[in-house]
């Protein structure tokens, strides 16, 4: 069982350089989230998707773009990225938004920007 | 905006004792709230979660309590276990639906031998 896989693990980049995360779940879910993680300030919602095609802004958007093209994918792009957006970045996916069907997390991306 | 704010951020208990973390959230609209637990290198992971019509819910050796006239709720363990070493989030519906929720700051862990 796979679950939320996100790709890479680690990545150091240089201002200015753009990336993409990449996040995979293999449950068939509908929902996918994007968390950035800080320390002492918890895991904030970054973007959101609730069904392939579909994307809506979370609590920090700025600086982030996503795409769903397809169910089981949810991208995370930096055109531009800056040393704010150093973080640990974590993806969750649920199967629907309902009580019963909690968020799944994967085991995050490192992100350092120099 | 809607908030949630929890408290200690760092707890040290003695092997077999219990914990308690407690969380205010500020969105009277909430009615889900779920707790995760999240080790070292890894993603956090839900342990338990309640809705605001029960007012605790027990998990072998967990258990939450809601408050939502006083907009609080807490996690507690007992007989802690080194296992329980971790860190905990809480969490809150941002209004009447659980697609969306809002986390608090965490709160370290950790059991005494």
């Known amino acids: 069982n796979a679950g939320v896989t996100q790709t890479p693990k680690f990545r150091v980049l240089k201002t200015g350089q753009s990336m993409t995360l990449l996040c995979a779940q293999d449950?068939?879910?509908?929902?996918m989230y994007w968390y950035r993680q800080d320390p002492g300030m918890g895991l904030r919602l970054i973007h959101y998707?609730?069904?392939?095609?579909?994307?809506a802004k979370g609590e920090v958007p700025d600086g982030y773009n996503v795409s769903r093209l397809k169910k089981q994918n949810f991208l995370l792009g930096l055109e531009s990225a800056a040393p704010s957006q150093t973080s640990v970045y974590f993806c969750?996916?649920?199967?629907?938004?309902?009580?019963?069907?909690?968020?799944?997390f994967g085991d995050g991306t490192r992100l350092s920007i120099l | 905006g809607e908030n949630v704010e929890q408290h200690p951020s760092t707890l040290s208990v003695q092997e077999g004792d219990s914990a308690v973390i407690k969380c205010t959230y500020s969105?009277?609209?909430?009615?889900?709230f779920p707790w995760y637990k999240q080790e070292l290198g890894k993603g956090p992971q839900l342990i338990i979660d309640?809705?605001?019509?029960?007012g605790e819910k027990k998990d072998q050796r967990i258990a939450v309590t809601l408050n939502k006239t006083a907009k609080h709720f807490s996690l507690h363990i007992t007989e802690t276990q080194p296992e329980d070493s971790a860190v905990y989030f809480c969490?809150?519906?941002?209004?009447?639906?659980?697609?969306?929720?809002?986390f608090g700051s965490g709160t370290r862990l950790s059991i005494r031998p």
């Open positions: 969750a996916s649920s199967y629907s938004g309902s009580y019963n069907q909690p968020q799944h």
């Open positions: 449950m068939n879910h509908e929902y």
């Open positions: 998707s609730v069904g392939e095609g579909t994307t």
């Open positions: 969105d009277s609209a909430s009615n889900y």
């Open positions: 309640i809705r605001s019509n029960v």
């Open positions: 969490a809150a519906s941002i209004g009447s639906s659980a697609s969306k929720i809002i």
